[in-house]
């Protein structure tokens, strides 16, 4: 990989993980309520998650996409469908004091699956593969994209999580952490608006 081609990819894996998006939202809300130690095994999930996801279409699903339209559809759909589904659960989430025994963040697994229903660290992937993956280069170009992705990304994503936990210090009382639950979750909703439009454009 070119020096180029590998800052290319450094600045855009920090500038797309850093940003706000369902996985960074979901984040902070987990360090709020449950605190950063117990968010570790999500934030793991979700980039290592991430990249076995880009690595996986970086070795050839990512021409499956483009041969299956439908599969594109069907992704869609579900990813909508669950992240409504979470932005529910975000909202409704009790204090800490008052949460039921099983209440907890998402496992390492829920989160490394989470990626697969996530349009943006899916097209995240997409183009970090077809940008800067070097020429000719085979599977080892998609494994050199996908191991720099997890290296810039999960320092990123990490700060959510720590600024969840910053702000859990103004949410002593419950009325407060239900005003930052429901406003993590209509953020969540929010970040569904490029999906549709994207699903919904003519073009």
Sequence with gaps: MTYELFTGLVLFAFASSITPGPNN????????????????????????????????????????????????????????GYLLWLAWKVANAAPPADAPDDARPLTFLQAAGFQWVNPKAIYMSIYAQTTYAPDNAGWLGAVAVAAIFVMVNLPAVSTWSWGGVQVRRWLDGPGRLRAFNWTMAALLVLSLYPILASAISPG
């Design 25 to 80: 939202i979901m984040l902070m809300a987990s360090g709020a309520n449950f605190g950063l130690r117990r968010t570790v095994p999500h934030m793991l999930g979700v980039s290592l998650g991430h990249g076995a996801m880009t690595l996986i279409l970086g070795l050839g699903l990512v021409q499956l996409f483009e041969t299956l339209p439908w599969l594109r559809l069907t992704l869609t759909v579900i990813s909508v």
